[in-house]
């Protein structure tokens, strides 16, 4: 008896796409908990990044809050069971099949997979208030920091229709950076 052949891995070329924010002003419900490999595309459908995950709906949604002008489509192939070889080959032979590295997984992979640091988005006054507070009160200025990011973040979510609610975690707050619950 032979083994089972290898899955044919789809081209990324014949999936849909599909809007980042959907009708309800969700994203992905329909993807929670659900493994897989994605690829997100800006408003110009320009690749900017492939990732893969375990929650495929969770990634999207930190992917949006990083880095949101460059997350309008996503196409995706998900799987039942966790097989990080098989995601990396399908992520490989997207990979190839643009024939360019996204800058999401080049240059900019940091923007893309790390929390944000609140840090270069500080004012002058901000800044200046952390350079020179006793290192008691730099964890409180940087929260105040993060929040204020937050909520600008969350207002510029809301102006393109996001309606659900997220959670960006608290404790990552008083180091000055920001990443979803």
């Not at 893969?52 to 930190?62: A, E, P």
């Not at 973040?153 to 609610?165: D, F």
């Not at 608290?170 to 000055?176: C, M, N």
Request: contains cysteine.
């Amino acid at each position: 008896m032979s083994p089972n052949p290898a899955p044919t891995i789809p081209a990324l070329a014949t999936l849909s796409r599909h809007p980042y924010i959907d009708a309800a002003g969700q994203v992905a419900p329909n993807l929670q908990g659900c493994i897989g490999v994605y690829a997100i595309f800006d408003a110009a459908e320009i690749l900017q990044y492939i990732g893969y995950s375990r929650d495929i709906r969770l990634s999207l949604q930190q992917h949006l809050v990083r880095c949101l002008n460059e997350c309008v489509s996503y196409a995706v192939v998900s799987i039942d069971r966790p097989d990080r070889q098989w995601l990396q080959a399908i992520q490989a032979q997207w990979i190839a099949e643009v024939g360019a590295i996204p800058i999401g997984n080049a240059q900019e992979q940091a923007r893309w997979e790390q929390a944000i640091d609140v840090r270069p988005l500080m004012s002058a006054a901000e800044a200046e208030a952390l350079a020179t507070a006793d290192p008691l009160q730099q964890p409180k200025l940087l929260k105040q920091v993060a929040r204020r990011v937050e909520a600008d973040i969350l207002k510029q979510l809301h102006q393109r229709s996001l309606r659900e609610t997220l959670v960006f975690n608290p404790k990552l707050k008083e180091s000055g950076r920001l990443d979803l619950k």
